[in-house]
């Protein structure tokens, strides 16, 4: 039984930071590779980050040098830090699991970010 439980989202206006968290259980946490993906109302689901089990990391474009993925295997958990916020970024992030990063096979319930003043 695979559970990823996201914790963190709320609101923030324009310019903030929030630390989105996901304590995974179910898995062998230090060989899956672990995903941050969000959805805006009336959008696809889109990846945000992704890193995997030996700390490789990637970051969709528009937030390369505002975001940092990281992971602590010690505690089963894996982190979305989001620095200068916008409100583009407002959406339902999720987080992901799975053998390797082109195999996200489990997902969390999301948890809510809203950038606004």
């Known amino acids: 039984q695979v559970q990823l439980v996201e914790s963190g989202g709320g609101l923030v206006q324009p310019g903030g930071s929030l630390r989105l968290s996901c304590a995974a259980s179910?898995?062998?946490?230090?060989?899956?590779?672990m995903g941050w993906y969000r959805q805006a109302p009336g959008k696809e689901r889109d990846l945000v980050a992704r890193i995997t089990s030996n700390n490789i990391t990637h970051y969709r474009g528009s937030v390369k040098d505002r975001f940092t993925i990281s992971r602590d295997n010690a505690k089963n958990t894996v982190y979305l830090q989001m620095n200068n916020l916008k409100p583009e970024d407002t959406a339902v992030y999720y987080c992901?699991?799975?053998?390797?990063?082109?195999?996200?096979?489990?997902w969390g319930q999301g948890t809510q970010v809203t950038v606004s003043s």
């Open positions: 179910g898995i062998i946490f230090s060989i899956n590779a």
């Open positions: 992901a699991s799975g053998s390797n990063w082109s195999n996200f096979d489990f």
